[in-house]
């Protein structure tokens, strides 16, 4: 139901963009979020958007290099990674959030993940 | 860096009980914020165990259940079976980051 692509090699300070095809499900009335692993470590939550695309957070350490995005016409979610660097190396899983609040919201649908690799 | 503390490892025999702990503070776990569970089986995707505290999805079974504290969560799995054998995330909302918390992940091994 979530299918991401992608990922890949890049070199220390470029960029790439993540997409994640949705389906299954009405993708516009849901949050959305991006999820990774580094090779060996624990998750880390990324990013999320609100279902209309108004409510956007990021986690302190990918603001200002990281965009996420939305396109509830076509049912993707983007995940645009600029200055990349050695530790942004990990699986990123594309995330549908359930809940009524903000404050309790869970990920009941997770996709495969697709593997981003930054050489230094 | 996960705010959410576990423990690194537990283990037992198959049947036996063992419980992971998950510690936060008062702006995550100590609130009303609730807590989510994950199973993640070697090389796979996280899979959601349980949600709001101590709820189970449709599937999963009932041996695995789940309660909360004040800055505490556990997860308890009761007759542990050899599918159990996985790493755990606890997950919640810090309201002082404003950003989504796992814990630091719990591997399962049985023995």
């Known amino acids: 139901q979530l299918l991401e692509s992608g990922g890949g090699l890049v070199q220390s300070g470029g960029s790439l963009r993540l997409s994640c095809a949705a389906s299954g499900f009405t993708f516009g009335n849901f949050a959305m979020a991006w999820v990774r692993q580094g090779p060996g470590k624990g998750l880390e939550w990324v990013s999320s958007?609100?279902?209309?695309?108004?409510?956007?957070f990021y986690a302190d350490f990918v603001k200002g290099r990281f965009t996420i995005s939305r396109d509830n016409s076509n049912n993707v979610l983007h995940l645009q990674m600029n200055s990349l660097g050695a530790d942004d190396t990990a699986r990123y899983y594309c995330a549908k959030f359930e809940g009524s609040l903000l404050e309790h919201w869970y990920i009941d649908v997770w996709g495969r993940g697709t593997l981003v690799t930054v050489a230094s | 860096q996960s705010v959410l503390t576990q423990p690194p490892s537990v283990s037992g025999a198959p049947g036996q009980r063992v419980t992971i702990s998950c510690t936060g503070s008062?702006?995550?776990?100590?609130?009303?914020?609730?807590v989510h569970w994950y199973q993640q089986l070697a090389g796979t995707a996280p899979k959601l165990l349980i949600f709001?505290?101590?709820n189970r999805p449709s599937g999963v079974p009932d041996r695995f259940s789940g309660s909360k504290s004040d800055t505490s969560a556990s997860l308890v799995i009761a007759g542990l079976q050899a599918e159990d054998e996985a790493d755990y995330y606890c997950?919640?909302?810090?309201?002082?980051?404003?950003?989504?918390?796992f814990g630091t992940g719990t591997q399962v091994t049985v023995l």
């Open positions: 958007i609100h279902g209309g695309g108004d409510g956007i």
């Open positions: 997950q919640s909302y810090d309201s002082s980051m404003s950003a989504y918390v």
């Open positions: 709001r505290n101590n």
């Open positions: 008062n702006s995550n776990t100590g609130t009303d914020h609730d």
